[in-house]
């Protein structure tokens, strides 16, 4: 079997075959995130919600926020595949463009998504 | 210029779940941001979160909350059914899956208007 | 059961219009014989293509009532109302040379640039290779080498649209099916030529191919299995 080495030209399709991967790898963590996030929504959102119900179950939980630390970070890496795709087929926009946008959406999520689970699992908020 | 296909050629199941997985997901990647953010605000005391948690009690919002329940719902058993058409070994487009991705969907979506209305 | 057949055909090219006109109804009766008897006693300038006419050939492929088919294999009683009425246009994401003739040069230029060649290593003079019928490889294979190349998944797949460099189901699907052909050399750049999103990971799984084609083959599956094998080799370099 002759041992061919890419050339220059197939870089690009080598990149999008990764992110598809990674893309389809975050789903599975997301499908079962998604399934015990569901389960506790239906349990907390019982009764109506507060600051107080809520933080109470989650300021200084670690584990809880390691959860939704990996839950964020799947999110990151899942989302802007799908939305770089609607942008391409949908939108008009080219595969630079969607790129940009992808990678911005990414940080965005990033970002404030590990700022949130900061914000309630860090101890000792001021009431 | 070439002739494109109209709405006949997409009127079968699969491609209603292909519609129903990218729009629920769209829905979704457009909330998270939002949902980050009014989290974020527990960063300022639980006051400040309080003050965005008030929102939650107006029916609107409760109603949103439920459809985007629904629409992650939807878009987990739409994804679950792809992953195992892509990475299993399947013989066809299992679109009795489809069904069941619906009726998971409907159950979630009942467990949850129980508990945000009762 | 009306007597008449209203029947819309598409004349001109990508831009153009409907015609309309009224065929007489037979008992037994096909969209081909109907374009056929157009052509014969209605309008000589129409333009189409058949060959076989019994299902073997793929020629006749065109979009009815706005979906893909072969004409010479879809009764008028399959397809038409109780209204009669008949919608005859080209097959969808390819150039209209003229009415319901494509140009399918595109079709299978993308057949090439995925690969969709054998390459072998044995010549007239070695011995033949001996292939296990009952092995995965080979029911893989088997599953999808009937493609006869008609267009019909091309024409009905989204993706062909909304992409212009997307390879398609019929490429992918034939690819797939040399990728499981043991005795194929030229793997590791078939894989590279149908990965990316103009290859096998624009695939949505909208399933338009498997719904339409007309010899039930699923380049839905065949995709899947080319992303399974791409990424794979992706991932731990090896492309």
Redesign the interface.
């Known amino acids: 079997m002759s041992a061919s080495t890419p050339d220059a030209t197939h870089a690009p399709a080598i990149a999008q075959a990764r992110r598809w991967y990674w893309q389809r790898i975050s789903a599975m963590v997301l499908a079962l995130c998604v399934l015990i996030h569901l389960a506790v929504m239906v349990y907390a959102v019982r009764g109506g919600l507060s600051a107080a119900e809520i933080l109470g179950r989650t300021q200084g939980n670690w584990a809880f926020g390691a959860f939704y630390a990996i839950f964020v970070v799947a999110c990151a890496a899942h989302v802007p595949v799908g939305v770089a795709n609607i942008a391409r087929e949908w939108w008009g926009l080219g595969e630079r463009a969607a790129r940009a946008l992808s990678l911005a959406l990414a940080l965005l999520l990033l970002v404030t998504g590990l700022r949130a689970v900061l914000a309630v699992v860090a101890p000792g908020g001021a009431a | ?10 009127s ?1 199941p ?2 209603w ?2 519609l129903m997985h ?1 729009l629920s ?2 829905g ?2 457009l909330f ?2 939002l ?9 300022h ?3 400040a ?2 003050r965005f ?1 008030k929102l ?2 107006l029916p609107l919002f409760k109603a949103a ?1 439920w459809g985007l ?1 629904v629409l ?2 939807l878009h ?1 058993m739409g ?2 059914r ?2 195992l ?3 299993g070994n ?4 299992r679109k009795n899956w489809i069904a069941g991705a619906v009726g998971f969907a409907a159950a ?1 979506g009942i ?2 208007a129980l ?2 209305w009762t | 059961m009306t007597a008449t057949l209203e029947v819309k055909v598409w004349r001109g090219k990508s831009q153009g219009g409907f015609s309309a006109y009224a065929v007489p109804r037979q008992g037994s009766q096909t969209v081909l014989d109907v374009v056929t008897h157009i052509q014969r006693h209605l309008e000589p300038t129409l333009s189409y293509r058949f060959a076989c006419r019994v299902g073997m050939c793929g020629s006749c492929a065109m979009t009815v009532n706005g979906l893909a088919r072969w004409t010479c294999r879809t009764h008028v009683t399959k397809v038409v109302g109780n209204d009669g009425r008949l919608e005859i246009a080209p097959l969808a994401n390819l150039p209209v040379i003229k009415d319901l003739a494509t140009d399918m040069t595109e079709f299978f230029d993308k057949w090439a640039r995925a690969k969709g060649q054998f390459k072998g290593t044995r010549s007239r003079h070695d011995d033949f290779e001996r292939i296990e019928p009952a092995s995965a490889e080979r029911v893989a294979a088997n599953a999808g080498i009937e493609c006869i190349g008609c267009g019909v998944c091309h024409a009905s797949c989204d993706v062909v649209a909304w992409r212009p460099d997307y390879l398609g189901p019929a490429a992918l699907n034939r690819a797939w099916t040399l990728v499981n052909d043991v005795r194929d050399v030229n793997q590791a750049e078939r894989l590279r030529a149908v990965a990316g999103d103009a290859g096998c990971h624009a695939c949505h799984t909208q399933g338009s191919c498997t719904e339409r084609c007309p010899k039930q083959l699923a380049p839905t599956l065949a995709i899947a299995g080319l992303k399974r094998k791409v990424a794979k080799a992706a991932v731990r370099g090896e492309l």
């Open positions: 210029m070439k002739r494109r296909s109209d709405s006949r050629a997409r079968h699969a491609y779940a292909f990218r997901g769209l979704l990647a998270l941001p949902h980050f953010w009014a989290l974020g605000q527990a960063l005391g639980a006051a979160l309080d948690l939650a009690d909350e329940v992650l719902a987990m994804g679950v792809l992953l058409i892509e990475f399947v013989r066809d487009l979630a467990a949850f508990s945000l």
